[in-house]
Each structure stands twice: as C-alpha cells, then as structure tokens.
C-alpha cells in the first residue's frame, strides 16, 4: 500500500518544517506547496498557522487558500489545522483588539484567554470525546501547547475535545467530517503527538 500523500499548505506561515517532518516520519509522503492542483489531488491537506490570526488570514487569502479549503471539504477531502489553523476555521478571531474574518467552517469567535498566565505555554491534559478518531489509544496524554488565544465554543454538529488554562476551558481540538483540527501542537508533542498524525493518516 502507498504512503498517503499529505500538502502541508504554503503561505508564508512561520516554522512549518517541524509539521513536514513529523509528518514524515508517521509515513506520509509531503509536499510543502500551495499549488492548487497539488492541494486539490492530495490525499490530506495541513494548514498550520503560526501568529497573529489576522495575518494567518492575510496569508491564506493571498495564497487562494479559503477557496481550496472550501473546495476540499465540499468533496469530502481531509483537512487538518494546527494551532492557528484551527483558529480560523472559526468565523471570526478578536486578536489585539483587531477583528478578523475567519474560514468559517464553523460559528464561532476565538478570544484571548482568561488566566493569569499567557500565553499558555506548555503540556496539558486534553478531554475528548468518546470514539474519536484523533485521540483513538491516546485518550489520557497530554499535549504541548503555544497560544494567548482560543475558541470556547463550537457549534453543536462538531465533535469537541476540551482543555483547560486558568479560568478558560477552551476547544483543545475539533473533529467534523472531513475537517479536523488542533489547538495545540501535535509536531511537538511527543510520542502523543506522533499518534495522533498517525491517526489522522489512518483517515485519509
């Protein structure tokens, strides 16, 4: 059987060469482009993201990138978002006291985080939900997370895992259909990390 065959999307985002190697080495053959015919035929699409969600949007919309998502999950094609990748498949994220326009593939604003200390920064525990297929054998791990900013709530049709951090309980990932997604970052958690990447190769 052929390696799955995984984009990891191009856009200008910062230290994605972690997320093309972890990939990698879970058994997938990646390409780092945003070609469209390239995103189009892959097997799995990855949109990290790395800052500010309003230039992670600017990124994507230079690059046609809401358009090939739209296009993907129209067709029943996997889609993958890390960290800011999740953000802003959310309707619209409230960064810096600057709104912004999101993917919205699902309703929902991402907001500062309310705790003592942000950015949260380090490995939580993570709270999904029965029978996903994310967290299938990884129920109880934790996992390294980078962010000031998160989504607390998200529509009813998606399948949620929760975390934690000072008075925010927060989507920790999101599971619907074809389009999954991470808050933290599973290229740099570990072992758990490795598995979940495996699990969602296991999708594809």
Not at 160 to 184: D, I, K, M, S
Request: charged share 20%.
């Amino acid at each position: 059987m052929s390696a799955p065959r995984v984009v990891v999307l191009d856009y200008g985002s910062g230290n994605v060469r972690s997320a093309v190697r972890a990939l990698e080495r879970v058994g997938a053959e990646v390409d780092l482009t945003a070609d469209p015919g390239a995103v189009m035929v892959a097997d799995g699409l990855v949109v990290p993201g790395v800052g500010a969600f309003s230039s992670v949007m600017a990124g994507l919309r230079a690059a046609g990138a809401p358009r090939l998502v739209d296009r993907r999950l129209a067709g029943g094609l996997p889609v993958l978002g890390i960290c800011v990748g999740l953000q802003v498949m959310f309707t619209r994220g409230e960064e810096h006291g600057q709104p912004a326009d999101g993917l919205d593939q699902w309703s929902g604003v991402v907001e500062r985080l309310d705790a003592p200390v942000v950015p949260h920064m380090g490995w939580s525990t993570v709270e999904p939900p029965a029978g996903s297929a994310l967290f299938a054998g990884i129920e109880h791990e934790r996992f390294y997370f980078v962010h000031s900013y998160a989504a607390r709530s998200a529509p009813d049709f998606v399948e949620v895992t929760w975390a934690e951090h000072g008075q925010t309980r927060f989507v920790a990932a999101a599971e619907n259909g074809p389009l999954r997604a991470t808050q933290f970052h599973p290229e740099k958690s570990g072992d758990a990390g490795a598995e979940l990447l495996r699990n969602w190769l296991g999708t594809l």
